[in-house]
């Protein structure tokens, strides 16, 4: 079936650590996108893609780096520059048609850290 | 600036009534509407979209939401509610020529009580 597989679900981190979240789609779709989820405030975009070996930060990127080496592969990685890292990471996919986003996107079931 | 309210944390409606769930938006341009769901544990799932053309958009399990550009809104409702509606509900906006930039409300709890 095709979708979005992110992993691990649940993820445990000391302070200091780095640590990578996988996210794979083969739904060959060009546009990915992490989200961080908080109680309370909704998703907020952290980094996304349009384009293999191109990505662009979005609103709350300190702390996070990504690569876009394969169309289906985006992995995210929490540095320990990162102040407050514990939250529900989502990935999502897209079609990007005509230059705008009318395409809904498709999101994978989320990883969890948390930072002891 | 770009931005979407969801005014209400939660909704509390009784099995078998009518529910709304309210998103107002602000953006330039033309908007591209969207509401998802989301379920505890879980990632988003789509539910449907205003993009274009008729007001009223039908989509999966029987939601549906009104396009009201004059008060900037995009409610969405559903005639008959169930417990299994119960869940996290997302609004979000992006607009011409806003390039794959999705802006989410802060979600709205509903609560369907037997």
């Known amino acids: 079936d095709g979708g979005i597989t992110q992993s691990p679900k649940y993820l445990f981190r000391k302070e200091g650590q780095n640590v990578t979240l996988s996210c794979e789609q083969n739904?060959?779709?060009?546009?990915m996108y992490w989200y961080r989820q908080d109680p309370g405030q909704g998703l907020r975009l952290i980094y996304y893609s349009q384009i293999v070996n191109d990505f662009q930060k979005g609103d709350i990127a300190e702390g996070y780096s990504v690569s876009r080496e394969k169309k289906e592969s985006f992995p995210l990685t929490v540095t320990s520059a990162q102040k407050n890292p514990t939250a529900f990471y989502l990935c999502?996919?897209?079609?990007?048609?005509?230059?705008?986003?009318?395409?809904?996107?498709?999101f994978g079931e989320g990883s969890r850290l948390t930072v002891l | 600036a770009q931005s979407v309210a969801q005014p209400e944390d939660q909704v509390n409606v009784a099995e078998g009534n009518p529910l709304t769930v309210k998103c107002t938006y602000s953006?330039?341009?033309?908007?591209?509407l969207f509401w998802y769901v989301q379920y505890p544990n879980r990632g988003l799932q789509f539910l449907l979209k205003?993009?274009?053309?008729?007001?009223l958009v039908k989509g999966s399990y029987g939601f549906e939401a009104e396009f009201n550009k004059s008060q900037t809104s995009f409610h969405l409702k559903k005639p008959s509610a169930l417990v299994s509606d119960s869940a996290l509900y997302f609004c979000?906006?992006?607009?011409?020529?806003?390039?794959?930039?999705?802006?989410f409300g802060a979600g709205t709890r509903l609560a369907v009580h037997p």
């Open positions: 953006v330039s341009g033309n908007p591209y």
């Open positions: 999502a996919s897209s079609r990007i048609t005509g230059g705008d986003n009318t395409g809904e996107l498709f």
């Open positions: 979000a906006v992006s607009f011409s020529g806003g390039y794959n930039k999705l802006i």
């Open positions: 205003y993009i274009t053309g008729d007001n």
């Open positions: 739904l060959n779709h060009d546009a």
